[in-house]
């Protein structure tokens, strides 16, 4: 089943009352971009690349999701993850639709030169369909500031003007905000939180798995390390590491950093990435790409909640298993809503000239953050559903009342 196959299958599972026009809307993208665009190489040759921008629904503003350089990246994929978008904006109640984009590309493969080349042609090949009011790109997997700062350099060239609220993710010293490279972990761990006590986990008992240790994977491994928990098992995509005493996260961070992958420090042993997913733990958290919780792994998984920090990576059969084996899924467009919250401050900062200190964006994430996370957990009380169908039926509710204006 193909990854959009999968979120289709999830909208269908939520068992939505809504008007069949409103439902028949958000199983379609309202616009895909799919462009083909030079970059000249190093070596003086041109080459082109295959880029996307889907723009699922901007029912509620202006079209928002990341940008991915990966070289499974396909319009299918795409597309799943700009209707998770959609629901994730719409959740988080900020005034945002939802998008997302990418290229077909291992940008490790690209110098730093060909690299610049290569975002800047991609931007100007979707400028006429990108704006601060109309579609926001943001990083996503292996896009970062820097990126997102040529993205944003190239469209104010194009239009005439400054115009940083284009995309959010960049550096600070380009109009970036503070705390956003955090987001997305710190967003995690703030739902992890308000499920807790639900959940009956503590520091004291609960351990912790991580797949993946970038970006998003490395702030939730701190921070569940910094407040406590064993951290027993991380991974990236060259291999894992365990120690069921908790390994030394801070120091995993450095070593990544340095090395650009994950190697073992002293009492650490190097297990494959398949053994992860069934290390018994308290909290798995998947924080690499789509579809890795599939059928067999969803049998055999020894964790008792999965705190989905990526986006899809659980198939529905995997879904349906879990639920019957009692482990508690924490969904992703909830559990990684962080990003996008603050790019949404970010946006605002950019629109009206400001720069707020780090303790204002986070104060106000938090509180949008907490409230989307209670606002799930009464819903699916009220209702006896999971968590999952809980946030799909508060966004849908809000993006078809939006839907239902337009159609007046
Ligand atoms: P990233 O590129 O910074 O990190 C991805 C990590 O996953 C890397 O460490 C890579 O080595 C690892 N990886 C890849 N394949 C793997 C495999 N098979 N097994 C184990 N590890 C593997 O990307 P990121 O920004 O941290 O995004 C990770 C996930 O979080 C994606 O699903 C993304 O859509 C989602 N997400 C990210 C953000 C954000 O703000 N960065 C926001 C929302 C959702």
Request: with cysteine.
């Amino acid at each position: 089943m193909s990854v959009f196959d999968a979120a289709m299958r999830q909208l269908a599972a939520s068992d939505l009352s809504v008007d069949p026009a409103v439902f028949e809307r958000l199983k379609r993208a309202q616009r895909i971009v799919d462009v083909e665009f030079p970059v000249q190489m190093d070596n003086g040759i041109t080459q082109f690349f295959h880029g996307y921008r889907v723009q699922w629904n901007n029912a509620i503003g202006p079209y928002k999701g990341g940008m991915r350089f990966h070289p499974q990246v396909d319009v299918d994929e795409v597309k799943a993850l700009s209707f998770w978008m959609t629901l994730k904006c719409a959740l988080v109640n900020i005034p945002f639709g939802g998008g997302k984009g990418g290229v077909k590309i291992d940008p490790k493969t690209l110098s730093r030169d060909e690299l610049e080349r290569l975002t800047r042609s991609f931007t100007r090949a979707i400028s006429d369909v990108i704006g601060p009011e109309r579609d926001v790109p943001a990083p996503d997997v292996n896009t970062t500031p820097q990126i997102m700062d040529w993205m944003s350099d190239e469209y104010s060239k194009i239009v005439g003007f400054p115009t940083p609220a284009v995309v959010t993710g960049k550096s600070i010293a380009h109009g970036g905000s503070e705390g956003r490279s955090t987001a997305t972990g710190m967003g995690a761990y703030i739902v992890f939180k308000a499920f807790r006590s639900h959940l009956g986990m503590d520091p004291e008992t609960a351990t912790i798995t991580v797949q993946g240790f970038g970006n998003a994977g490395q702030e939730i491994a701190r921070l569940f390390y910094h407040h406590g928990y064993a951290v027993v098992a991380v991974s990236d995509s060259h291999g894992a590491l365990h120690n069921e005493n908790g390994l030394d996260i801070p120091a995993l961070i450095e070593i990544k950093k340095k090395t650009g992958r994950l190697s073992a420090p002293v009492s650490t042993r190097e297990i494959s990435n398949e053994s992860l997913l069934r290390i018994p733990c308290g909290v798995f958290v998947p924080s690499a790409l789509e579809g890795v919780i599939m059928p067999e792994v969803a049998e055999e998984i020894e964790a008792k909640v999965i705190l989905e920090v990526a986006n899809g990576p659980t198939t529905p059969e995997a879904d349906s298993i879990l639920q019957k084996r009692g482990v508690v899924v924490i969904p992703d467009i909830l559990a990684n809503a962080g990003g996008v919250t603050v790019s949404y401050l970010e946006w605002e900062q950019n629109r009206i000239n400001e720069h707020w200190e780090e303790h204002e964006v986070m104060t106000r994430m938090e509180a949008i953050m907490r409230d989307a996370a209670q606002a799930v957990l009464d819903m699916a009380k009220k209702h006896t559903i999971t968590f999952r169908q809980a946030a799909f039926h508060i966004a849908v509710e809000r993006l078809a009342a939006a839907i239902a204006k337009q159609y007046v």
